[in-house]
């Protein structure tokens, strides 16, 4: 992907937020989903290089999966919780925070790749990402979206990226330009040995106590390769099956039978509960990642 010069810091920090987005997002806001696909949308971001060497050569240690699993699950799903279903106000807080830490995230000389977390290609391809495995997870588990609720998220999820560094007219035009932007980036990403190695410690639960480990590793890296486009499961080295896809479907199917029977402020856990928390940390002025 070919990098775009780097906007003024300040010029992320003072961007206003486009506030006549008015898709209401919540009734499609499914805590379960978060969770079931966390580590595979971290691969697929993680499948462009400069990202990947980004993540693992990080010296923000606050912000480590293997450090401190708990802390960085609260500050991603904070930030899906505000870019999906919080106010124009509370994203550009949120972003400000953001650019806070990753104003520390540079290669360095001794670095394979170059990159820069303000470079805002890099920020479309994790919005992209993001957007990618809600839709596919929405689908798999709710049914296809019929074409005018599809367009409607698509153009919503613009928010993923400008609440990152990615100006929101980069955001591709419709569904059909994403797809040729989707395709493009598949067919670029590239998982060497080192960053495969970081990301089979997530996909193996290497950053949860050991009895956590022993009991769902093998069934988080099912999932994990089920939920992972082809191109990356095969740079992986993740086996599948038209079986293992079956047995996936049907669970999937009915993790969203259970969903939809559940009251609203359940089937949105954790994401309305980190939104509430986001907006406490900034009515009393505590940090935010």
């Known amino acids: 992907m070919a990098a775009i010069a780097e906007p003024s810091v300040e ?11 008015t898709f209401d997002f919540a009734p499609h806001a499914d805590g379960v989903a978060v969770m079931i696909g966390g580590v595979a949308n971290v691969i697929m971001q993680l499948s462009q290089a400069p990202i990947g060497y980004g993540v693992a050569e990080s010296t923000v240690d606050s912000g480590k999966a293997m450090l401190h699993p708990l802390k960085r699950l609260r500050t991603t799903v904070s930030y899906l919780s505000v870019a999906h279903l919080g106010t124009p106000a509370e994203r550009a807080s949120y972003r400000a925070a953001i650019n806070s830490v990753h104003r520390q995230v540079r290669s360095g000389p ?56 990615m ?16 395709r493009e980036g598949l067919a670029t990403a590239r998982i060497d040995p080192t960053i495969r190695a970081y990301l089979m410690d997530l996909v193996r639960l290497r950053n949860l106590p050991k009895p956590l480990q022993w009991a769902f590793a093998d069934i988080h890296q099912f ?43 359940l089937r949105q856990f954790p994401l309305n509960y980190y939104l509430w928390d986001v907006k406490r940390r900034i009515r009393k002025r505590r940090p935010l990642v």
């Open 223 to 265: 999932v994990v390769a089920g939920l992972l486009p082809r191109e990356l499961r095969r740079k992986m080295g993740l086996e599948w099956s038209a079986a293992h896809e079956r047995r996936l479907s049907m669970m999937l199917l009915l993790a969203g039978v259970v969903c939809r029977r559940l009251p609203r402020r």
């Open 167 to 182: 100006p929101p007219e980069m955001w591709p035009a419709d569904r059909a330009a994403f797809a040729q932007y989707w």
């Open 110 to 165: 001794d670095s394979p790749v170059r990159y820069n977390a303000f470079d805002p290609e890099l920020q479309r391809w994790v919005a992209a990402c993001l957007y990618f495995g809600t839709v596919d997870l929405i689908e798999r588990m709710h049914g296809p979206m019929d074409d005018e609720l599809a367009d409607s998220m698509y153009r919503h999820s613009a928010c993923l990226g400008a609440t990152l560094q």
């Open 11 to 21: 010029s992320f920090d003072n961007a206003p937020f486009d506030d006549r987005d």
